[in-house]
């Protein structure tokens, strides 16, 4: 989990103390846990967890955002209320270690059925359209090579629960070069995160349209 250094995340300790946790402060890099700069929205203490515990993960990782509940800013959070405690104590953990990979928010929109389309957007002059830059931000992380998706799909918004095996498909050294590249790109902090935001899925052994 990442946080701003004023939000409030206590509950995840009164409320989920069955759940070891690791909350990343990433606008302080005094913190006791923190992110080398705020860049890069969730994807930044997502990916530096992932690369600081490779060789020790727990068997089940939830990544989720900072607030617990209510509207607006939990408004994406499928449970009652909106509540995030609600959703991680009813998580099916069975069900994680099967399927390797589950997004938190079941709902369809925002990010289905075809959310990004490869050429739909090619000729956009804005600089934060997420199709527009997808393509280049897919070949920086995948390699020249690796083909573009016509269409990429998955519910928004990069909460979701992976196993241990899921995680481990792939070295450490690519986890490693995703935080990199989030670092160095020169695609601002909410476009570099939305990349991430519709890739996670694939990352973690999905297809595209998820």
């Not at 990010?111 to 830059?133: F, I, K, M, T």
Request: some cysteine.
């Amino acid at each position: 989990m990442g946080k701003l250094q004023h939000e409030d995340t206590s509950w995840v300790q009164e409320y989920l103390p069955d759940w070891q946790n690791a909350i990343y402060t990433v606008d302080n890099t005094s913190a006791t846990l923190s992110t080398p700069r705020n860049k890069g929205r969730k994807a930044n203490p997502y990916l530096l967890y992932i690369s600081q515990h490779y060789h020790d993960p727990p068997s089940v990782i939830a990544f989720l955002h900072s607030h617990r509940a209510g509207f607006p800013g939990g408004w994406h959070t499928d449970a009652p209320g909106v509540d995030n405690v609600i959703a991680i104590k009813t998580l099916n953990l069975d069900f994680v270690q099967r399927n390797g990979y589950v997004n938190m928010r079941c709902q369809w929109e925002p990010g289905c059925p075809d959310w990004v389309q490869r050429l739909r957007s090619a000729d956009s002059d804005d600089p934060e359209n997420l199709e527009r830059h997808m393509p280049e931000g897919w070949r920086e992380l995948f390699g020249e090579s690796s083909e573009v998706p016509d269409v990429i799909a998955t519910p928004c918004c990069a909460q979701f629960a992976v196993s241990r095996e899921q995680v481990l498909e792939r070295p450490l050294e690519e986890y490693e070069w995703y935080h990199k590249w989030l670092m160095d790109t020169d695609m601002s902090d909410g476009l570099s995160g939305r990349i991430f935001e519709y890739l996670w899925h694939i990352i973690f052994g999905k297809d595209p349209v998820y």
